[in-house]
């Protein structure tokens, strides 16, 4: 088959895939996006940018890092032209920022400093300046990371000193550790921070670390202020975060008024004495909504590297001949498949999962500015366990998706490495991963150590984070081999997942006292996977109810989507074989002698058995994402499947092509060939 004939081939195939597609599309994109309202509102949104010069994505792969930097604050600049030019709502700004495809200069000013300023500041402090941060008068970062430590907090190093005699604080960054660092914004952006400093109270007594707001660049002419080191930490591995000026500060005795300390809950009084905040962990709240936003982006995140991977195997043909007599396609290969389908089946979890978490986020919230702090544990126990899933999963799916392109998955013009490099830290900010599975495993423990020394143990008294609990109060099922036909029930994979992480705590908390050095890891893993898994079960039985979405999920739809959330459930369970044996979950040895000896073959099978009924609907599935191709940015993955026109275009826009011969012939190129030949004919005299 000649070049034109494989171009038009890909278009052909990817008609094709998208013409045997047999679920609605559109009622999965209006569940996807909760609602057909806020689709179109992104849809409206994307238009708009996509349209609009100051949003070129075509030659942000060619730019040095200063370039990418000056272009993102440019792109946030133009923002909130739009915004105030159509009149956006709030949303729809975040809908903007978020289109970009990649990360935005000013992000921690919408996340991090306002959310903190508004639910820890003084009344005072947000008449003061809660105006000039909402129209952004003002930008601002979050300096809570130094250079010495990081997700240990209590060990941080910048001080805060009461001084009564002036009613200041003195901020001081006593060593060269004590130096904030990572902070994104500060490098050039940022004129404001909310600074964590340990509170040093008259006389000297330390009472840990508080929140401080502080100006860091004069409104004048942005110039840093004295008594302040400002600058940007530098490239970023992979060139992740390119557009972002991760800084560092430090701080030689700069004194800011009374008021500047954040203290809707702990305060110092003029005198000096310290009075504390109702509950130790109300602080809290500014992280959780942080970690609670981050689920849903992570699961759009899966779903930008299945749309892309499985777009571009359905028209990429490699290998053997198929019946047609064309090479077979990629997609249809087990390896491919099997790789492939499940990254689409976490991205439909976690997105509708992020969904629900951020409106038990606010349930918590309204709660909380009230004082109320009884939902505050297990928000942080629940978005503690699931920010190390969803990170490690999104990770590893950005990457397993680029594998699976092969060679040209490795350009640039995927789109994939920048989404794994810009991913990739997710892993480590806003709590280490290894770190946040400790405090996972302290919430099981004590949820543990509650049922079991109650005078009577009930469920009533477990959270949804820990309700597989409840299993222990029953006895544990015998061992079992579960048929073809029982894997197809997600009831089989809860249950089972349900039990394994309830027997994993429970041995846990027998041996804690002589434990192994992974164990943190498995338990955290355990009871999250179990927690997960409940809510996909609760997610599959609300998809023939009209929810939140207005959506009801019908027919061949409803099943198609039910038979993916079921993958999810499966390739969970094959991952945690090792437990749900070693726990006597499931029964070792041969099922059936003479066909098999491997107890596991039954899940492996109903693996590759729902795979394979998906694969028509793969195409269907990506699309219902509902993901522009301009959002989306890829080369391989674009709608009409013409991806071998599209990466020849990209590629004629590389700076080298502009001339012929190099410059760099006349430098070293020609210098090298003269040499060679000289050697050459020296050696042949010889």
């Not at 003029?270 to 992570?298: C, E, F």
Request: with cysteine; net charge positive.
């Amino acid at each position: 088959m000649s070049g034109n004939n494989v171009a038009q081939r890909a278009t052909q195939d990817m008609a094709s895939a998208r013409a045997a597609t047999a679920i609605d599309v559109v009622a999965v994109r209006d569940l996807l996006h909760n609602g057909r309202k806020e689709y179109q509102k992104l849809q409206n949104v994307v238009s708009i940018m996509k349209n609009d010069p100051a949003f070129d994505k075509s030659q942000k792969d060619f730019m040095d890092r200063t370039h990418r930097y000056e272009r993102g604050v440019s792109m946030v600049n133009r923002v909130y032209e739009l915004q105030e030019k159509h009149n956006w709502s709030h949303e729809e700004t975040l809908i903007a920022f978020n289109s970009f495809g990649e990360a935005n200069p000013i992000n921690l000013h919408n996340t991090a400093f306002q959310p903190v300023i508004l639910s820890q500041g003084s009344p005072e402090l947000i008449a003061k300046y809660g105006d000039l941060i909402a129209t952004r008068g003002i930008l601002g970062c979050y300096l809570q990371t130094e250079l010495g430590h990081g997700t240990n907090v209590s060990s941080l190093e910048t001080t805060a000193t009461y001084l009564p005699e002036t009613r200041e604080f003195e901020i001081n960054s006593p060593s060269l550790t004590s130096s904030k660092w990572w902070v994104g914004a500060l490098g050039k952006t940022a004129t404001h921070g909310v600074v964590q400093a340990k509170l040093i109270l008259p006389g000297g007594k330390d009472v840990g670390p508080h929140l401080f707001f502080i100006q860091l660049r004069s409104l004048e002419d942005h110039k840093s202020l004295p008594g302040r080191i400002i600058g940007d930490i530098g490239p970023k591995v992979h060139g992740g975060f390119t557009t972002v000026d991760n800084g560092f500060a430090r701080f030689d005795h700069v004194r800011i008024p009374k008021e500047n300390m954040l203290s809707k809950f702990a305060q110092v009084t003029d005198d000096g004495k310290y009075v504390q905040p109702p509950h130790a962990k109300l602080s809290y709240g500014g992280m959780l909504y942080i970690r609670a936003n981050m689920i849903t982006s992570l699961g759009w995140v899966m779903a930008k590297a299945a749309t892309i991977s499985i777009r571009y195997s359905t028209v990429r043909r490699q290998g053997s001949k198929s019946r047609d007599g064309l090479e077979q396609q990629v997609i249809t290969y087990p390896s491919q498949y099997i790789r492939l389908l499940p990254i689409l089946s976490h991205a439909y979890v976690f997105i509708q999962l992020g969904r629900s978490l951020l409106s038990a986020f606010n349930t918590m919230s309204s709660r909380l500015a009230s004082g109320d702090t009884s939902l505050l544990a297990e928000m942080h126990a629940t978005t503690s366990g699931l920010k190390v899933l969803a990170t490690t999963i999104a990770v590893e799916d950005a990457e397993v998706a680029r594998r699976a392109m092969g060679g040209h998955g490795f350009s640039a013009f995927s789109g994939l490495g920048r989404l794994y490099a810009d991913f990739l830290p997710s892993a480590t900010y806003e709590g280490d991963n290894f770190v946040l599975d400790q405090q996972v495993v302290r919430a099981a423990l004590k949820s543990y150590t509650n049922l079991t020394t109650s005078a009577n143990p009930s469920a009533v008294s477990l959270s949804p984070s820990t309700a597989y609990l409840r299993l222990l109060l029953s006895k544990q099922p015998a061992a079992s081999s579960p048929s073809l036909e029982s894997w197809n029930d997600a009831q089989t994979s809860i249950a089972l997942l349900e039990w394994r992480a309830a027997l994993v705590v429970r041995e846990h908390a027998k041996t804690k006292n002589q434990a192994d050095a992974s164990v943190n890891q498995r338990v955290a893993k355990a009871v999250t996977e179990a927690f997960v898994a409940a809510q996909v079960g609760k997610i599959i039985d609300g998809l023939s109810t009209v929810g939140p979405a207005g959506v009801a999920l019908k027919g061949e739809t409803l099943a198609v989507t039910k038979r993916l959330l079921v993958l999810y459930l499966l390739t969970v369970v094959e991952g945690a074989l090792v437990e749900l044996y070693s726990f006597g979950l499931l029964r070792a040895g041969p099922v059936n002698a003479k066909e098999s000896t491997d107890s596991a073959r039954n899940l492996r099978l109903a693996i590759d058995a729902l795979c394979r009924s998906l694969l028509s609907n793969a195409i269907g599935l990506t699309d219902a994402f509902g993901i522009d191709d301009w959002v989306l940015d890829s080369a391989l993955g674009v709608y009409d499947g013409n991806v071998y026109n599209a990466l020849w275009e990209r590629a004629q826009a590389e700076p080298l092509n502009k001339t012929d011969v190099t410059n760099a012939y006349a430098k070293s190129i020609k210098h090298i060939l003269e040499r060679g030949n000289r050697q050459s004919k020296a050696q042949a005299k010889l």
